[in-house]
């Protein structure tokens, strides 16, 4: 079993910016679909980015943030410029199977494999 392991969140100000890393324990990640979630507090997990053969963004994030993987490394990023308050949540990896035919980039159901998140906070 695949395990993802996050990195890189902080405590920043507004305008600033993060890189976080997500580390997948073995396999081949060009097999996989990844993806960014992000659960602030008292709301629902949100699409942030994933990349599946192309990359797709939330509106909030398109501009900002950029999704990003080193399949030799094993590794996907997510590197966020401009911070806002409002980016402030708990953020996941996630991944599923490339080939999943109920595959869609935006629905968190979709993943079936998830990191245990890393906090970014983002002070006004």
């Known amino acids: 079993q695949v395990r993802l392991v996050e990195s890189g969140g902080g405590l920043v100000q507004a305008g600033d910016s993060l890189r976080l890393s997500c580390a997948a324990s073995?396999?081949?990640?060009?097999?996989?679909?990844m993806g960014w979630f992000r659960q602030a507090p008292g709301k629902g997990r949100e699409f942030v980015a994933a990349?599946?053969?192309?990359?797709y963004y939330a509106n909030s994030v398109r501009g900002r943030f950029t999704i990003s993987t080193d399949n030799a490394k094993k590794m996907m990023y997510l590197q966020m410029n401009n911070l806002k308050p409002e980016d402030t949540a708990n953020y996941y990896c996630?991944?599923?199977?490339?080939?999943?035919?109920?595959?869609?980039?935006?629905?968190?159901?979709?993943?079936?494999?998830w990191g245990q998140g890393t906090q970014v906070t983002v002070s006004s």
């Open positions: 996630a991944a599923t199977p490339a080939y999943s035919e109920t595959y869609s980039a935006t629905a968190s159901g979709t993943y079936n494999l």
């Open positions: 073995e396999g081949t990640l060009s097999n996989y679909a």
């Open positions: 990349i599946r053969w192309r990359v």
